[in-house]
């Protein structure tokens, strides 16, 4: 029997057979609908979140006060370092000339963070302040001034402001030329920054002034002390030795053992390291619940098949009589299984892009705040052709056992059968 003769026979039981092979596809719709939409949440989160983190090019290190190890690992010590970093100051003018002194180093900053209250009209709220290096400041960092200009040299008591504190912040929008006070002290609007957008916002919800402004308007700064150090590197592919060199220079200089360092040192790859693992596994959890309605499916193709092998014992017997190979009918079996997974996946994709379509909508109509709505679920290439793919496998999987079955069936026997 000749391949094209096994699919037109296929092709022909299970349109004869449509109300029961279109109840049983539903369950593959299901799944493979619920895989897909689970699984572009976490691909949305991941895209927001590495797009967000754009910022920290990958020749930028950052230093800061706190040690990893006292979070407990990695990911947890590194979230660890950044919160104790705002109320520890442990980083000086000797570490800068440290780490320039270092190798591979490129450019070296100090920056000065903490929250200040800043009145505008006559509203009053509290925001980021980040003290910076008005000409080196957008070295390190890569963001774009959407509105005004950037600082000249020796400029003070001016200002350059992330998207959310111009435009969400207060009732009415901050615009170029503005005069607002932080912490009673005037400043004056020079820049908007563009918006970064999605929740984290990294640069959206901070106030940027000359690091002497910042001393004067935030408590408990003082001179010469830094609540971050921004690393530029020379060579990126040698990003991680440069790291290993700078940690081994701040432990000489501050006479520091590894086991009891004050500081943290973390690269941009570290963090995008971190960020796909935690994506990565929330992906692996997610696709996993999902997963479980695939399994009802494959049952449900199963059981599709056995009930066909019962149904068609005459038909087998019929064609093995004429010749038909045990093989030929196996492949017959197979292919119909494989074909209900095949079409269930196809739909189940379309559903999956339907129902991702509505959740993001869902989250703009109900979050129209950029800073409280969800990332956007993204359905990539490769997520259609994992769930196209895993349906047809789970469907042929499914059949394979009423297909074998289905061949090993005696010919003499499956003729008696009434």
Request: glycine share 10%; aromatic share 6%; proline share 2%.
């Amino acid at each position: 029997m000749k391949l094209l003769d096994i699919l037109v026979i296929s092709f022909r039981n299970l349109s004869q057979r449509s109300l029961r092979s279109w109840l049983t596809i539903v369950g593959i719709v299901i799944g493979v609908a619920a895989v897909i939409s689970m699984l572009s949440i976490g691909e949305g989160m991941r895209s927001s979140i590495t797009s967000q983190l754009s910022v920290f090019g990958p020749d930028l290190v950052m230093i800061m006060p706190g040690s990893a190890r006292t979070g407990g690992g990695d990911i947890t010590g590194l979230i660890r370092a950044v919160l104790l970093a705002r109320g520890m100051k442990t980083l000086s003018d000797k570490d800068i000339e440290v780490i320039k002194r270092v190798e591979g180093v490129k450019d070296v900053e100090g920056e000065v963070i903490g929250v200040a209250f800043v009145n505008y009209g006559t509203e009053r709220m509290s925001a980021s302040i980040r003290g910076i290096d008005p000409l080196k400041w957008r070295e390190m960092l890569n963001v774009e001034i959407e509105e005004g200009r950037d600082f000249q040299f020796n400029e003070r008591r001016v200002a350059i402001l992330g998207y959310r504190i111009a435009k969400e912040m207060f009732s009415q929008h901050i615009s170029v030329g503005s005069q607002l006070t932080i912490n009673g002290i005037s400043f004056r609007v020079i820049g908007i920054l563009r918006e970064s957008g999605g929740q984290m916002g990294i640069l959206d919800n901070v106030i940027f002034v000359n690091i002497k402004d910042a001393i004067d308007v935030l408590t408990n700064v003082e001179k010469d002390k830094y609540s971050l150090i921004n690393v530029k590197i020379a060579d990126v592919s040698q990003v991680d030795e440069i790291v290993s060199r700078i940690d081994e220079a701040l432990m000489r200089e501050r006479k520091e053992t590894p086991e009891k360092k004050t500081y943290t040192i973390v690269s941009a790859k570290q963090i995008v390291q971190t960020v796909n693992m935690i994506v990565s596994s929330m992906n692996l959890f997610l696709g996993g619940i999902a997963g479980v309605s695939l399994i009802i499916g494959a049952v449900g193709i199963a059981n599709t098949m056995f009930t066909s092998v019962v149904e068609r014992t005459r038909q087998i017997g019929t064609l093995k009589a004429l010749g038909a190979k045990n093989s030929e009918i196996m492949k017959m079996f197979l292919f119909e299984s494989a074909l209900i997974g095949f079409v269930g996946g196809l739909i189940g994709i379309f559903a999956g892009f339907i129902f991702t379509g509505l959740l993001n909508e869902f989250s703009a109509r109900m979050f129209p705040i950029s800073a409280t709505r969800m990332s956007s679920a993204i359905i990539t290439p490769q997520l259609i052709f994992l769930g196209l793919s895993f349906a047809t496998i789970i469907g042929a999987l499914s059949g394979l056992i009423p297909a074998k079955r289905a061949a090993e069936l005696e010919p003499v026997e499956a003729l008696r059968y009434e």
